[in-house]
């Protein structure tokens, strides 16, 4: 039985912030082995203008190919309602949208307020055709306005609560430290209750594992990480991306947790990434170890 959920953001958040492009075919192959290692939801792409983020440009075909591995919730990002009709005509199962809590962060992401943002939402929901998941971000401070106030991210959540089929609190920029994520989760949580969803953490300072086990230690059991860390923010210059796959289900199983995730499949998976973009640095302790001795994977 699975006891912690994680969702691979690699394909879109990694791949994404990468520096080096990676081939459609490539993605299959990758996207493909994350399914074989046991991951049972995969962020493939975000539904983006692909003038902005060629890297993007594929999702749609990308979306589709997923669709034909089994037992994968197939996620895809979207910024805005063309984008999220875009993703239920490739065949998304769940879309995902950004919402960020900072006020400057969002008028120069998406050119929208966060309260203009929450209605391009709530208009997707009414509309419907894949599930939707509300994505709360800079949840924990801002690379352009600095700190975030809590007020401020409980009242977004709140109206996402809504109408998202769930809610998820994202430590975009790396700025989270574990007080931090499990006093603004907790806060969350007593207002929303079970629609308070995932954990999206990113580990620009190396707080990732950190945040993810506070996190966990409140209830959190939806994680989202990315292989090898892949990826990174174009305002932390040398940060890594994502909280790390590998070193997240390491911490995981050897706690007790299952995630159902085959590990030695995981690194097999990562051999994939790292010859279709050799270039583009990759991260993460446990893969370069190796299992410990006598290791055993939660039951
Ligand atoms: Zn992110």
Known sequence: ?????ICEVGPRDGLQNAKHLMSTEAKKAWISALAAAGLREIEVGSFVPPKLIPAMADTGEIVRFSRTLQNVKVVALAPNLKGFQRAVEAGAHKVTFPVSASRKHSESNV???PEQMVEEVRR???LGGAEIEGAVSTAFGCTMQGAVPEDDVVRIAVSLAQFCDAVALADTVGYANPAQVK????RVKREIGDKLEGAHFHNTRGLGLANALAAYE???RNFDSSMGGLGGCPFAPGASGNVITEDLV???ESMGASTGIDL???FKAREILVNAIPDEPVYGHTALAGLPKGFRAAA
Do not use: D, N
Request: net charge positive; glycine share 4%.
């Open 183 to 186: 006093r603004i989760f907790s």
């Open 124 to 126: 997707c929901a009414e």
């Open 250 to 252: 390491f911490m995981f």
């Open 1 to 5: 039985m699975r006891q912690v959920h």
């Open 264 to 266: 030695e499949k995981l």
């Open 111 to 113: 050119r929208m307020t």
């Open 218 to 220: 409140v209830g959190v």
